[in-house]
């Protein structure tokens, strides 16, 4: 009966549930601080309510870890669950991508908290983590985001080693040792990043809400002058030969041929169309070659210098359209990198002509808009003036009684009116739109371009710097016998914009508009520069290492890409990186043996042997000290005494009395004393 009794209790013991294990307040806290680093620099792309979800998560875990509420339901868990996928649905009308698909995983790196009860499933969240800190890269891919994402790494080494802790650490000595695991790694990662074959990188997926800056396909009075207090990027120049002047670098966008009597537009159809090669029978000449990274501003177009004639990109997404314009395939979402080679300069064996349509779109004006300056350009007609002179004509007015400025009077209906005869003050978009609609109120194919022009050149790193302030538009006018001719209208009013820069050309009131700390100091300049040079060397040789980069510097590196060589390359280089750690080992091996009071007693031990007397191996310290004593009594007080502390020191764990064993032992009498 006893032995059934006994089996009972065996078998109930053997289908008992097995106790959960729970992380200690530590650990816990570690997780927390691990999730609130990784997600910040998301939350600043994602919705916001994302960070309630998570504040939610980390104070439920906390009162759960406290005894004072009960974990979540099943019903709670799934509640939870829809309250995030609605969240998503409702910021996100519906629409999957990119964000979507973060947003998703934030809201599961969050509620999975409520979930970690032990060790392993502690584990499971810091793997989550590494791909949190990935998709980081789709947003942000600055070198302060890798230095951030660094950090992030070594705080989820840190946080995932703490777990399999069984004694107290301080924090900076946690964080320490999840460091230096990081610093080991660093020399695979970078060997890796060189040889590994280049796909797409993860931050070339498009983004749902790409951010729009810059300016737009229209152009009212005002929008470029908003541009001037904008200090930002948009795209960086490197010139493969020498760099064009100043008077050429208008970096052509947007071709405007369209208006309302206030606003020009660029027709949906007209303008977009793919260059047809075989129409293309001009001389080039001038050619020049350079190369562009284009910050995202979410649009279509891109920049080039007058007439591209070819354009190279990974990708090969970007096309020359009729209007010798660069359209992407889609929206410009991140920075990207492409190739052009222009002709400053092109020569027509044959006259190139304008079809009845195409003078018809070029010459086409609103009929009730702004009656005072068609009826000045058909009195410049009625005087049988040739185009060429007209356009002088309107030149030399420009010349004469306009003002560059960035705080222009506000124009009403008829702005150009108001403009040419009343106000005589603006900016770049006025003087090119009034100058367009007088020739074309005088018969002549004209149209606007929007673009940027000039830049500032960076020595350091030998760029151009193009931001959005130097964003500027002009005018292009169809010239018999010579097509379509740059013509810039800002340039007969502040000949100093062009060869030195929007600075330059302003009067006193709007310089103190567009001043700033950086340039009135030499000091903060150039570090603007320098800090700006790392920046594109960071996006030139990291960003943008693609698979042609990779072949050039392995060419460089190891005189070709055979795999033969990169094989033996990478063997060399696993040989010489375990000899390191081989000898790091057993530095530290070395170092961990000889303990701070064993290296004092080791001195201890030089002294009494040139004594006579030499520890035996195995021998205590203290039977080593009495076979010592039994010959030389007189040194009873001094060892005993050093006996005492480095009993104290070694078996009590009292460390405040390694400092007085070590001045002991550094007092010990020698034999010549």
Not at 38 to 48: A, N, V
Not at 67 to 87: D, F, S, T, V
Not at 549 to 565: H, N, P
Request: hydrophobic residues 45%; proline residues 5%.
């Amino acid at each position: 009966m006893l032995a059934k009794r006994l089996g009972a209790r065996i078998s109930a013991a053997g289908r008992a549930p097995k106790q959960a294990e729970y992380l200690a307040r530590d650990k816990l806290a570690w997780l927390l601080g691990m999730q609130a680093m990784l997600i910040l620099p998301l939350l600043l792309s994602l919705p916001f309510w994302l960070w309630l979800v998570w504040a939610i998560a980390a104070l439920w875990r906390t009162q759960m870890f406290r005894g004072r509420w009960g974990a979540p339901g099943g019903m709670i868990k799934g509640l939870l669950a829809l309250i995030c996928a609605g969240g998503l649905f409702a910021s996100y009308a519906g629409k999957t991508g990119t964000e979507t698909m973060v947003g998703l995983l934030v809201c599961a790196f969050s509620l999975k908290l409520l979930e970690v009860n032990s060790a392993r499933d502690a584990q499971l969240l810091v793997f989550i983590g590494f791909v949190i800190t990935a998709t980081q890269f789709l947003f942000n891919q600055t070198p302060q985001a890798a230095a951030y994402a660094l950090l992030c790494v070594a705080l989820l080494l840190a946080s995932w080693r703490s777990l399999y802790l069984t004694h107290t650490q301080s924090t900076g000595l946690r964080f320490k040792r999840g460091a230096t695991i990081l610093l080991h790694a660093l020399p695979i990662m970078l060997v890796l990043f060189v040889v590994i074959p280049r796909l797409g990188p993860l931050w070339a997926i498009p983004n749902q809400q790409a951010a729009k800056t810059g300016f737009s396909d229209s152009l009212s009075p005002g929008d470029l002058g908003n541009l001037a207090l904008d200090r930002s990027p948009a795209f960086r120049v490197e010139f493969s030969d020498q760099r064009p002047p100043a008077n050429q670098l208008y970096w052509r966008g947007l071709v405007l041929d369209t208006f309302d009597g206030r606003t020009w537009r660029m027709r949906d159809t007209w303008g977009i169309q793919p260059r047809d090669p075989s129409g293309d029978t001009g001389i080039k000449r001038e050619l020049t070659d350079y190369s562009i990274i284009v910050e995202p501003h979410g649009q279509p177009w891109l920049f080039s210098l007058m007439t591209p004639q070819s354009v190279e990109t990974p990708a090969n997404s970007i096309r020359i359209t009729a209007d010798s314009l660069l359209m992407n395939r889609i929206p410009v979402a991140q920075r990207m990198r492409y190739q052009v080679r222009s002709a400053l300069v092109i020569d027509w064996p044959e006259p190139p002509q304008l079809n009845q349509q195409q003078r018809g779109n070029y010459t086409r004006l609103p009929h009730d808009s702004n009656p005072q300056t068609r009826a000045l350009a058909e009195s410049w007609r009625s005087q049988n003036l040739s185009d060429t002179q007209i356009i002088e004509q309107a030149l030399a007015l420009f010349n004469r009684e306009f003002t560059y400025t960035l705080q222009p009077p506000l124009l009403g209906q008829h702005s150009v009116d108001e403009f040419l005869l009343v106000s005589k003050r603006g900016f770049c978009e006025h003087f090119s739109s009034s100058f367009a609609f007088l020739l074309r109120a005088a018969g002549i194919p004209a149209r606007v371009v929007v673009g940027y022009q000039g830049g500032r050149w960076n020595p350091l790193e030998n760029y151009l710097l193009v931001s959005q302030s130097d964003a500027h538009a002009w005018t292009e006018v169809w010239i018999e016998g010579k097509g379509w001719q740059m013509i810039d209208p800002t340039a007969a009013v502040a000949p100093n914009r062009i060869e030195q820069g929007m600075n330059e050309a302003l009067g006193e009131s709007d310089q103190a508009l567009v001043a700033n700390a950086w340039q009135s100091s030499q000091l903060l300049y150039n570090l603007q520069l320098r800090w700006d040079a790392a920046t594109y060397t960071w996006q030139r040789w990291v960003l943008n290492y693609d698979t042609e980069a990779q072949e050039g510097l392995l060419s460089r590196l190891l005189g070709g890409t055979e795999s033969w060589r990169i094989t033996l390359w990478l063997i060399g280089l696993a040989l010489i990186g375990a000899a390191l750690f081989a000898w790091a080992l057993l530095r530290n091996q070395k170092g961990a043996i000889l303990r701070p009071e064993t290296q004092a007693v080791k001195k201890l031990e030089h002294k009494l042997a040139q004594l006579g007397y030499r520890r035996k191996a195995g021998e205590t310290l203290s039977d080593f000290i009495q076979r010592v004593l039994y010959s030389e009594p007189q040194l009873k007080t001094g060892l005993t005494h050093i006996a005492q502390l480095f009993e104290q020191v070694a078996y009590q764990n009292r460390t405040e009395q390694l400092l007085p064993l070590q001045q002991a032992i550094r007092q010990f009498p020698r034999r010549s004393d």
